[in-house]
């Protein structure tokens, strides 16, 4: 399929091609809908294998932060800029204040933030050429504190969706596989073993589990193969995606799958609908990691930092409207998310065309 075929198809705005020569810079814009505000969305490094894998990266991304801004009821559009690095040396300046400089041609249609594989200094390069770049979203300690809000994201979702499927208010007694220890994961641990859940892990790294091990008792440790096809009542991916696709979803044997990962699917529609037809309650990533969007509103000084956990409280609110109209209509919790994350798009875009 071609470019402007993926674009049409996904509803996608604007794609441009960032090239800077002398830093070997390989950028990717990508802009999906601006109907609410102008777009937000990290920026990503990533070693891809191919043009067509980055491009579809950037397409897809930016289609979610779309779907994440209008179901968290943020005012942003979606956007995602993807840096394809080869090589194994990590580029320097030159390379994001060139970054920096194509930003500014948007004139403030795009903000940027650290996304997978860059971090603050990064975006204190790009700064030195554009405005439209947050350092960091909370403070220089950034990287614990916005772990600790996506983490208790996905607290609520998994209390939603417990609510739902079990009628209990409590995770209590519940067992709970998550895949993946590291920053984020390891404080999901945190939330849900204080409502004293039987807990299963797995992680690639053997620090991160010996540390929850030390810290909680009973907890079971699996290999990263083992865990999908745990008996579970909740299965929670917080390592990096896809993990789920042709090859193992037959295997699933959990009830709820609910995680700080995005992307776990290969193919994400297909295998949300897989799922939803197997019986197995999946909550969407882009309401899971809602926490992203209150991040940015507290960033750029529309939101305090004690609003930010009343709005992660809304996450169960939403998450529960999402599963009720999942039910209603009989379509699953990914295209029911995407049904009510249009229908604002569409309302508050016919909105502004009033004059004023």
């Known amino acids: 399929?071609?470019?402007?075929?993926?674009?049409?198809?996904?509803?996608?705005?604007?794609?441009?091609?960032?090239?800077?020569?002398?830093?070997?810079?390989?950028?990717?814009?990508?802009?999906?809908?601006?109907?609410?505000?102008?777009?937000?969305?990290?920026?990503?490094?990533?070693?891809?294998?191919?043009?067509?894998?980055?491009i579809e990266d950037a397409l897809e991304l930016s289609r979610i932060m779309t779907y994440q801004s209008a179901i968290s009821e943020t005012d942003f559009g979606g956007g995602k800029i993807v840096l394809w690095h080869e090589g194994e040396e990590r580029p320097d300046e030159a390379y994001f204040r060139a970054l920096g400089r194509f930003i500014e041609g948007y004139k403030g249609k795009i903000i940027t933030y650290p996304d997978l594989g860059t971090e603050s200094l990064d975006m204190k390069y790009i700064n030195r050429e554009t405005k439209s770049v947050i350092l960091h979203r909370l403070s220089p300690t950034e990287s614990e504190e916005s772990s600790e809000l996506t983490a208790l994201g996905v607290f609520w979702c998994m209390k939603a969706c417990a609510k739902f499927l079990f009628g209990v208010s409590s995770l209590e007694g519940l067992t709970v596989a998550v895949q993946g220890v590291?920053?984020?994961?390891?404080?999901?641990?945190?939330?849900?073993?204080?409502?004293?859940?039987?807990?299963?892990?797995t992680d690639l790294n053997y620090d991160c589990l010996k540390r929850v091990q030390d810290q909680y008792q009973g907890v079971e440790i699996v290999s990263p193969d083992e865990i999908l096809n745990l008996e579970c009542d909740i299965l929670s991916p917080c390592a990096l995606g896809p993990i789920i696709?042709?090859?193992?979803?037959?295997?699933?044997k959990c009830k709820i799958i609910v995680g700080a990962a995005y992307n776990i699917f290969e193919k994400r529609r297909r295998h949300s609908q897989i799922l939803y037809e197997?019986?197995?309650?999946?909550?969407?990533?882009?309401?899971?990691?809602?926490?992203?969007?209150?991040?940015?509103?507290?960033?750029?000084?529309?939101?305090?930092?004690?609003?930010i956990e009343q709005a992660l409280e809304r996450i169960y609110e939403i998450m529960g409207r999402v599963l009720a109209l999942s039910k209603k209509e009989d379509i699953s919790p990914y295209e029911a998310a995407l049904k009510l994350a249009e229908e604002r798009i569409r309302r508050v875009g016919q909105m502004k065309g009033i004059l004023c």
Request: aromatic share 8%; with cysteine.
């Open 182 to 201: 590291g920053s984020v994961g390891s404080r999901v641990v945190k939330h849900v073993m204080s409502e004293n859940v039987k807990l299963i892990i």
């Open 278 to 307: 197997k019986g197995i309650l999946c909550a969407p990533d882009f309401v899971v990691n809602s926490a992203e969007m209150f991040l940015t509103e507290y960033a750029l000084e529309l939101l305090t930092k004690e609003e």
């Open 1 to 54: 399929m071609g470019i402007f075929d993926l674009m049409e198809e996904q509803g996608h705005e604007q794609l441009s091609f960032c090239y800077y020569k002398t830093a070997n810079l390989k950028g990717i814009i990508a802009i999906h809908n601006t109907a609410l505000g102008n777009a937000v969305g990290g920026c990503r490094l990533w070693h891809y294998k191919t043009e067509e894998e980055a």
């Open 245 to 252: 696709g042709d090859h193992n979803i037959d295997k699933l």
